[in-house]
Structures are given as structure tokens and as C-alpha cells.
């Protein structure tokens, strides 16, 4: 079956630190690959999402580029600040989920300290 | 434009007790989407909702929850009787069209708690 493996957290990085979550997939057929992010008190956002390989997300300072050959979507920003503090989801949805059937991952805090 | 809204946001309860959670999605979306997050997991799709009619309900732990939308419009998901193991964040999302996982909005989600 499909399933998303993350990081384990949570990752606490200082203010303007590089940060890297990874996240890689098994699923059958060619899935689109997303990140889904939640501030503390709110719901899940999407941050960005890829369809296809080689394909490079990106939102907000972060980037995300879908890699078929090691099956990996990871996660990266090149300065963190004090507001990137969330709980990090990588989700996947493959051609035959076409209900929104999102698959994800078990989720990376991440804690950025002043 | 409001967007979805989940109540409670927090619910404790007793084992045993019945819990009745409430979704109001995106007003005009027809797709209404149920989803868990149980000690920290992964968030699991529970069920789907097209209008009124439940499309995939593959993902229901078992009989003990029940998910209705009746209208169309908001969905409650009632737990009973409550167990321990049924503590978790539970999600709802809507979309307008058959969702590509990018064009489904979030509820900030419902804490449960069964004691």
C-alpha cells in the first residue's frame, strides 16, 4: 500500500538556521507530493505540492523537489525564523485516489528559539 | 469568506460516553472530507462525502463512529460509545471539485480525549 515516512521530531533549530525535514514515499502509480503545514491553533495549510518528477515546490522561503529515482520529497528552507514554528506534514495523493484521498505522513514539529 | 469550521475545538469524555463532532466546510463545497490523527501518527483518512452521499468510507475505524451530512451542507462524526483509543486530532476538509489533495481547505481540527 501507499505510506509516507518523515523525520521524526521534533527539530528544534535556532533563528535563521538551515532546516531540512525528509520525507520519503512508497505508493503505487505516479503520485503528486504535497506539504501541509500547521501553525500552532490552525488548521492544516497546504505550503507547496509537486505532480511530477523533478518538479520543485516552492512557498513561503521553503522548497521541496519530487525525486522519483529515491522516492523522496524533502523538505528545506535556507533561514528559519521564529514563525516557521509548526508541525511539517508530507502527503501524497496517487492517480487512482482522485477523491482527495490525501496519504501523509506522521508529522515533524519543528521549533525555531529566538 | 469563513472557512471550515470544526467544533468543538476541544472534547473530553468519559470511556464509554458518546461524542458528536461538527464540520461546517466551505459554503458551495460539495466535498466534504473526514480525517484523524491518533497519538501523534499520521493523519488518516477516515471517509469522503459528495453532497449528502458518502462516497468512500474505507477509512471508519469501525461501526462505533458514525459521519452524516445530511443536506449536504455540515457533517457531524458521532463516537459511541467513546474509547480509550479513539483520543486523537480529528480533521474535516471540503473542496470544491473531486480534490487533488491541493484543493482541499482544512479545519483547524477537534481535539478528543476519552479519560
Known amino acids: 500500500g501507499n505510506s509516507v515516512t518523515q523525520m521524526e521530531g521534533p527539530v528544534t533549530l535556532s533563528e535563521e538556521a538551515f532546516l531540512t525535514i525528509n520525507c520519503t514515499y512508497t505508493?503505487?502509480?505516479?503520485?503528486?507530493l504535497f506539504w501541509y503545514v500547521q501553525y500552532p491553533g490552525e488548521g492544516l495549510q497546504l505550503l507547496l505540492k509537486a505532480t511530477k518528477a523533478d518538479d520543485k515546490g516552492s512557498n513561503k522561503g521553503f522548497e521541496a523537489t519530487y525525486r522519483k529515482e529515491t522516492t523522496s520529497f524533502h523538505l528545506e528552507k535556507g533561514s528559519v525564523q521564529v514563525s516557521d514554528s509548526a508541525v511539517y506534514f508530507c502527503a501524497l495523493i496517487t492517480a487512482t485516489d482522485s477523491w482527495g484521498k490525501l496519504q501523509f505522513g506522521a508529522g515533524t514539529q519543528v521549533v525555531v528559539t529566538p | 469568506e469563513a472557512g471550515v469550521t470544526q467544533f468543538p475545538s476541544h472534547s473530553v469524555i468519559e470511556k464509554g460516553q458518546t461524542v458528536t463532532l461538527r464540520c461546517d466546510p466551505i459554503s458551495g463545497h460539495d466535498n466534504l472530507y473526514w480525517y484523524r490523527r491518533v497519538m501523534g501518527k499520521e493523519i488518516k483518512f477516515l471517509l469522503h462525502?459528495?453532497?449528502?452521499?458518502?462516497?468512500?468510507e474505507s477509512g471508519m475505524p469501525n461501526n462505533r463512529f458514525l459521519a452524516e451530512r445530511t443536506g449536504g451542507t455540515y457533517s457531524t462524526l458521532k463516537v459511541q460509545p467513546a474509547e480509550l483509543e479513539d483520543s486523537g486530532v480529528y480533521f474535516c476538509?471540503?473542496?470544491?471539485?473531486?480534490?487533488?489533495?491541493?484543493?482541499?481547505?482544512f479545519g483547524q481540527g477537534t481535539r478528543l480525549t476519552v479519560v
Open positions: 462525502f459528495v453532497k449528502e452521499s458518502k462516497q468512500d
Open positions: 476538509a471540503s473542496s470544491q471539485d473531486l480534490g487533488r489533495g491541493d484543493l482541499a481547505f
Open positions: 505508493a503505487t502509480g505516479y503520485p503528486s
